[in-house]
């Protein structure tokens, strides 16, 4: 049975390993088939949040070579008087004028942890709610990290202290002081998401 000259030219293509199916259009514009988990690993501003009812750490720094920076830290505080709802209010408040004025491209947060008194669990969870639907509200993609893992990419350690995770980051960063700790956690999600940006593969991150 004859052929036509393009299916002769697509036969040749086969052969010579270059016959691939054609991409759909999100993958021409660098959207992976599995979503944007892998396009948005190109981001340059990146922000970490580790959510807490009463002192939320977050953290915004900029990829880039042959260090990356930090664009903007703190820790959105409220009284143990207030009531949960308020300091819930503060929280969204805040992140929202955070991603406002950095515009971060994606944000990691800290991964759920175990925790034996039930009451405790369900207040950070607030929190944790609070912080994600504000940042899911400006359309960032977000991803989790399990505690262990940041502490182990950022000191070495899964079990490391508080204190050992923030020294680190200063020294990363080149902090002229060491960050406060719920900030510093912060920026240690930033920090790792980072580092791990060619791992992706090998140590996918969960999208939230």
């Known amino acids: 049975m004859p052929i036509t000259a393009q299916q002769f030219a697509e036969m040749q293509r086969r052969l010579s390993g270059k016959g691939r199916a054609a991409r759909p259009d999100s ?7 599995r ?6 690993r190109e981001a340059t501003v990146i922000l970490g ?18 260090d990356p920076s930090l664009l903007a830290q703190g820790t959105i505080r409220c009284p143990a008087r207030w009531e949960r709802s308020r300091c819930l209010a503060r929280i969204a408040s805040e992140l929202r004028d955070v991603v406002v004025a950095q515009s971060p ?22 929190a944790r709610g609070a912080a994600l639907a504000t940042v899911a509200m400006a359309a960032i993609p977000i991803f989790e990290m399990a505690p262990r893992r940041v502490k182990q990419a950022i000191v070495g350690y899964g079990a490391a202290q508080k204190e050992a995770v923030a020294r680190m980051v200063q020294r990363m960063l080149l902090l002229p002081e060491i960050p406060d700790p719920d900030a510093a ?24």
């Open 27 to 33: 993958e021409e514009a660098g959207e992976s088939p």
């Open 35 to 40: 979503g944007r988990g892998s396009m948005v």
């Open 49 to 66: 949040i580790d959510p807490s009812l009463r002192g939320t750490g977050y953290g915004v720094i900029r990829a880039g070579r042959p």
């Open 105 to 126: 491209e994606v944000c990691v947060v800290e991964g759920l942890f175990f925790a034996q008194n039930l009451q405790t669990a369900l207040i950070m969870g607030e």
């Open 185 to 208: 956690d912060a920026l240690a999600l930033a920090l790792v998401y980072v580092q791990g940006g060619g791992r992706s593969a090998l140590n996918p991150l969960k999208p939230v």
